[in-house]
């Protein structure tokens, strides 16, 4: 039989690893295997063709939240064209309420629950006619479920006896029949390798992938809103099993592997063996891992301060910060010791820090949201990411929805719309929100004027900005709109200006500096929406929320903006609100000059002494500012000389000193 094996990844360089592995446990049986991915950005008539093109008898999907609707509907065109083609599912988003699935998708002839790889051989075996692998095959070890004889009449389908595999769900006449599960393998070394085919075959690059690999199976948390605490226990691959496919993947040129442990760091010891083999290793890669930062010792952390940047990056599931929420989710987490932990690895500096936060957990408030956001932005991650609880087919929150006042989307992602505690209104702020996160916080776009902003004008909460700035945006209709780089810059310099003004406090700004006055023009796009000039510039916020800026604050604001934009932006085709340089051009063309002699790049420029100074001038910009960006209470000229390498490279600045008023250069 052809047997294609098939899923609609998020994104193009992701690989499924459960279709991997699937490949893997039956590549002795006598079926033609086709592994062909897409994404959920692929048309389902497209995806549909090409899987009609393959010919396949039977096509297998693996599900999740964010594929199984346009799964469904490649499916069902499928069986449109071929009614005679079988069409299984597993994965996720299928091990739950199976039945229902089934009986609402009659395209879908059947479905594996659970961990696949002993129903899927089992099921292959049936449809070749075997019992059990051919003796001395590498499968041999993995326990295969036998197949019988069927009881009475045979059943119906593609299938000679259904009723015999575990975790299969089938149809007999017009009745769904799901069998008891699989037993999980326990001995997870008989499961093959799973990426061999990819490395057999020619042209096929890993470099330009995301490689997912996973050295344990389970969690040793039963958190109620997560798919693991459907599992009981811990699985491991052994160490030798471990060190030998990194061996094979960073061999093949793997740059880019994350490990799918729900907890990387549950077992010291392993973790540590692992993390060590990588780091002598040297690769040329970068490794993904999700850990609990509570659980990271002094000896892991000493470990990891050895750890070269840009080699980890550590995904830290915090989710909330108020332990009466956590009770009522069934975590355990210590968040004095997590956040210990993660300030001292950002001091470090050399991994890369996200940090998860979810809202609308049971119990949780708007305000209670909003202590965790600012709780986790102190830590000053890389990277924070405010996800929105999804109550998930099978989780234990999920049965007690109706206790917490759940109210949430009936199909995927089931994503909580309001609660007992949140309300509609406030999960919608909290969305709008996330995405200015997005726009500025995690893209680093203007950490520096986000920064000054948040401190002077509302009392160091991120939050706090990210709420007002939301407001503001919403009363603009900019949520709604694509945006530039260029756009994202223009959007908060206006902000600023807006609430000099007295947006947020109804109190009128005293007056700004001459050159301010541009900003007021490019503000005026805000204020020709349909509500009207005056009824635009109402934010709504929180009473005692934010706070005005002095003229002499907004014009710092908007020197640490200039900063940031310099940092981005290397066009030099600079925004009406960027304050003008105090420098002339001739004093520029002096300044350039003398920083361009070998015996000042030596001292000052290092990384850059090899470059010429036709070069130099050429990529290169210098500017005066008022302040040190990263002091900028304080009063101190500062001479800036960005030097902006091929395109996509990132800027390098370099701080040059100054004595007295004019600029010298020692």
């Known amino acids: 039989m052809r047997i294609l094996l098939t899923a609609l990844n998020a994104k193009y360089i992701h690989v499924n690893l459960a279709l991997r592995y699937l490949r893997a446990c039956c590549r002795d049986l006598p079926h033609t295997f086709i592994l062909d991915e897409f994404t959920i950005n692929d048309h389902p008539e497209h995806i549909a063709a090409a899987i009609y093109r393959h010919r396949p008898d039977l096509v297998a999907f693996s599900c999740y939240i964010w594929n199984i609707e346009p799964t469904l509907a490649v499916a069902a065109i499928l069986k449109k064209v071929r009614p005679e083609l079988t069409i299984l599912c597993g994965g996720p988003e299928v091990s739950f309420a199976t039945a229902a699935l089934l009986a609402q998708n009659p395209q879908v002839d059947l479905v594996i629950t659970g961990e696949g790889e002993v129903p899927f051989r089992a099921l292959l075996e049936q449809l070749a006619g075997q019992q059990r692998p051919p003796a001395g095959s590498r499968q041999e070890p993995l326990p295969a479920c036998k197949t019988r004889p069927a009881a009475g009449s045979p059943a119906p389908g593609p299938v000679p006896d259904p009723a015999a595999i575990p975790g299969l769900a089938w149809r007999r006449g017009g009745e769904v029949v799901v069998n008891p599960p699989a037993p999980p393998p326990r001995d997870l070394d008989a499961i093959p390798f799973p990426y061999q085919e990819d490395l057999d075959a020619a042209g096929n690059d890993l470099s330009q992938r995301t490689v997912y690999y996973e050295t344990s199976r389970g969690c040793p948390f039963a958190c109620s809103f997560c798919l693991s605490s459907t599992t009981e226990g811990l699985r491991y691959f052994s160490l030798e099993r471990v060190r030998d496919d990194l061996e094979r993947l960073l061999a093949a040129g ?77 975590r355990r987490q210590d968040w004095t010791r997590l956040a210990a932990s993660t300030r001292r690895l950002r001091q470090a500096g050399s991994i890369r820090l996200h940090l998860d936060l979810i809202a609308g957990l049971p119990g949780e408030t708007y305000a209670g949201v909003g202590k965790s956001f600012d709780a986790v932005a102190a830590l000053k991650p890389h ?93 603009r209709g900019l949520l709604r709109r694509g945006h530039s780089q260029r756009d994202l810059f223009n959007h908060l310099a206006c902000f600023a200006i807006h609430l000099a003004r007295g947006i947020a406090t109804r109190v009128t700004a005293p007056p700004l500096p001459g050159y301010h006055d541009s900003i007021l023009e490019i503000s005026s796009y805000g204020d020709t929406t349909a509500a009207g000039a005056e009824q ?112 996509g490279s990132e800027t390098r600045v370099y701080y040059l000193p100054l004595i007295e008023s004019e600029p010298q250069f020692f």
């Not at 929105?388 to 994503?415: H, M, N, V």
């Not at 949140?422 to 920064?451: P, Q």
């Open 536 to 647: 635009s510039t109402t934010v709504r916020l929180r009473a005692g929320c934010a706070r005005n800026l002095t003229p002499a604050q907004l014009d710092r604001f908007y020197q640490l903006l200039k900063f940031d934009c310099l940092c981005r932006d290397r066009s030099r085709n600079f925004p009406g609100w960027m304050p003008p340089s105090p420098l002339t051009e001739e004093e520029r063309s002096n300044y350039m000059a003398r920083i361009t002699a070998p015996w000042s790049m030596e001292k000052y420029m290092p990384g850059l002494a090899k470059e010429s100074p036709a070069n130099l001038r050429r990529h290169g910009f210098i500017e005066l500012f008022p302040c040190h960006p990263e002091r900028p209470e304080e009063d101190n000229p500062t001479m800036i000389f960005f030097y902006y390498g091929p395109p």
């Open 254 to 330: 793997a740059r880019e592997i994350k490990f799918v442990d729900r907890t990387f760091n549950a077992h010291k010891k392993r973790a540590l063996a692992i993390w060590e083999f990588l780091l002598s290793r040297r690769p040329r890669a970068r490794f993904y891992f999700e850990i609990a930062g509570d659980r990271l010792d002094d000896e892991m952390l000493a470990f990891l301060d050895r750890v070269p940047p840009g080699l980890f990056q550590f995904e830290i599931g915090v989710q909330t910060i108020d332990a009466v929420v956590n009770a009522l989710c069934n």
């Open 383 to 475: 990277e924070i990411q405010l996800g929105f609880l999804k109550l998930l087919k099978g989780t234990s929150l999920r049965a007690r929805a109706g206790e917490f006042g759940y109210r949430f989307l009936d199909r995927p992602p089931y994503e909580v719309l309001a609660s007992s505690t949140i309300t509609y209104e406030e999960m919608l702020r909290l969305h709008s929100v996330e995405t200015l996160l997005r726009h500025y916080g995690n893209s680093h776009l203007a950490d520096h004027a986000f920064a000054y902003l948040a401190a002077t004008a509302f009392g160091g909460s991120y939050f706090d900005l990210y709420e007002a700035l939301a407001a503001w945006w919403e009363a």
